[in-house]
């Protein structure tokens, strides 16, 4: 059967999905007038085959995390939805079906969030499919809550619990992980539920607008995300592990296997909101999360920056007593290597404090330089990926002479 055309495509695909400003999806392009007294507020994502979710994972699923993944961010910010825009760079092999199922996916995504299709654009893609999402949201003018305000002794709190997704991308892709058999069949459906439907916490936004100082979604890993925050604000954190909210099916899987802690503060695909808010507003902004019925748990405290060594906003203080660094650690980033970067991290005195090298490791690897006292970690900005030295070198008491 023929494939159908773009203009087919829209007519009998996207158009019911169009809200009001996208005219039908008949025009060139969308129109939108803002609420008085409201900031519009844009982000975009685009997810990957094969690099954000698998080429034969449910369609349906496949738009609940395109929008997902894009309302997560205006959720962030304190924003409602507006509306979005997707761009579809179907790979070659695309057919029909596959489209019909995206479609009524993504409008059932978007029908829950109030947030209804202005536009896109549809192309054919030599590679794998790419999915392109603009989301748009409104904020009362001058409240959008960003991610580097946090202050000096701001407490810091996360909702939901971390580390489901990226186990359940784990199970996704080994469903016979041996790990997996100390869980029931439903508390591993849960985990690979969690993988594949983001749940944005949009009901959090009107808190985190009255109440919080500082936030950011949590989609590349509790521990990254968490040193990208606070090198936004040119600060550092005092995070406790053990306060970390973990659902029943992480702790268990964690008992099975120690080191799946590892890859569940810092696998990635959590959603959750992190924010940092003064002390005194912590109550209210729990409560206010309460009543939207969702979780948030208090997991640091915002500190003084340790030695601050990011390239990516340069202060007289950083030129003055540290070398530049790249901005993050993040999925492009190469490993560095070498003497001078363990030097400049003071690894050395980290991982003789810290005892588990497996754990701080990956802490370590996403950018964060870690100080652990029994069941604490302080958490402040570091090279990232520094601990391949101290791995190679494979002494601890060896390194600590470098600090
Ligand atoms: N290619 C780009 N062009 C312009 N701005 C970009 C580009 N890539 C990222 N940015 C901007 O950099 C900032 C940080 O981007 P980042 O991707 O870390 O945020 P995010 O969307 O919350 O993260 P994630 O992609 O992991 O969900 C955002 O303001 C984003 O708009
Ligand atoms: C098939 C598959 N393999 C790996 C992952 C994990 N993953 C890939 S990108 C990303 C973070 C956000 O990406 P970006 O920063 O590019 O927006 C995460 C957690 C996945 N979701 N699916
Ligand atoms: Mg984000």
Known sequence: MPRPTE????????????GAGGLSLRDDAAVLTPRPGHDLVLTTDAVVAGVHYFADDPPASIAHKALGVNLSDLA????????????????????????????????????????????????????????????LGEVPSGTMVRRGAAQVGDRLLVTGSIGDAALGL??????????????????????????????????????LRAHARAAMDVSDGLVGDLAKMMRAADLGAEVEIARIPLSEAVRAAVAAVP?????????????????????AKVPALCEAAARAGLALTEIGTVTEG???????????????????????????????????????????????????????GAWIRAGVRARSTGREARVARSRPLAISAV?????????RTVE
């Open 170 to 207: 784990k199970l996704r892709q080994k469903p016979a992980a041996s790990w997996g058999e100390a869980l029931s069949f439903p508390v591993r459906a849960a985990l690979v539920d969690r993988y594949l439907h983001p749940q944005a916490r949009l009901a959090l936004a009107p808190a």
């Open 391 to 399: 791995r190679r070198r494979g002494n601890a008491r060896q390194s």
């Open 7 to 18: 203009d087919e495509l829209i007519a009998r695909y996207f158009a019911p999905l169009a």
């Open 76 to 135: 962030a910010k304190g924003a409602e939805p507006t509306g979005f825009l997707l761009t579809l760079a179907l790979s070659d092999d695309w057919d029909e079906s596959w489209l019909a199922e995206f479609c009524t996916g993504l409008s059932e995504a978007a029908a829950l969030a109030s947030c209804p299709l202005l536009g896109g654009d549809t192309v054919r893609a030599s590679g794998p499919t790419l999915l392109g999402i603009t989301a």
């Open 306 to 360: 340790g030695a601050p060594r990011s390239s990516a906003r340069p202060t007289a203080r950083r030129a003055a007593s540290a070398p530049a660094r790249s901005a993050t650690s993040d999925r492009f980033q190469r490993p560095r290597r070498g003497v001078e970067s363990l030097k400049r991290t003071k690894l050395g005195s980290i991982c003789a404090r810290v005892g588990s090298l497996a754990r701080l």
């Open 259 to 279: 080191g799946l802690l590892d890859t569940a503060l810092t696998g990635g695909d959590d959603y959750e909101i992190l924010c940092a808010a003064d002390p």
